[in-house]
Structure formats: C-alpha cells, structure tokens
C-alpha cells in the first residue's frame, strides 16, 4: 500500500485513509515492534515541535 496522499483541507476521508494506511503497516508487527514504531515517530513529532518553537523564539 502506497502512501496516502491528503487533500489540502484535511477531511475525514484524509483521517480514514490515514488510519488504513497505519493499519497496513502495523498489522503484522509484535507488540514490541509497535511500541518501538510509536515512540520512534512521536519522538520525530516532538523534535519538530521543540525545533519550531525554538525558530519562532529566535524570529
């Protein structure tokens, strides 16, 4: 499965298409292994987050 591609306004068909594609890629994983996937992308979330407050601060 592909990548979902979004449209511009974030509908929920954009949130259905999101949660399949999650799906697909979870589905066959271990509990560990999904634990790991889920921390990996919320701390890639959360260096975004720090790195943008820390740009607005400078600006």
Same mark, same amino acid.
């Given at each position: 499965?592909?990548?979902?591609?979004?449209?511009?306004?974030?509908?929920?068909?954009?949130?259905? *298409?999101? $949660?399949?594609?999650?799906? /697909?890629?979870? +589905?066959?994983?271990?509990?560990?292994? *999904? $634990?790991? /996937?889920?921390? +990996? $992308?919320?701390?890639?979330?959360?260096?975004?987050?720090?790195? $943008?407050?820390?740009? +607005?601060?400078?600006?």
């Amino acid at each position: 499965m592909e990548q979902p591609i979004l449209s511009p306004d974030f509908t929920i068909e954009d949130i259905h *298409k999101l $949660r399949a594609y999650n799906y /697909y890629l979870t +589905k066959d994983m271990t509990p560990q292994e *999904k $634990r790991d /996937y889920y921390n +990996k $992308r919320g701390m890639e979330v959360h260096t975004q987050i720090q790195e $943008r407050a820390l740009h +607005k601060i400078i600006n």
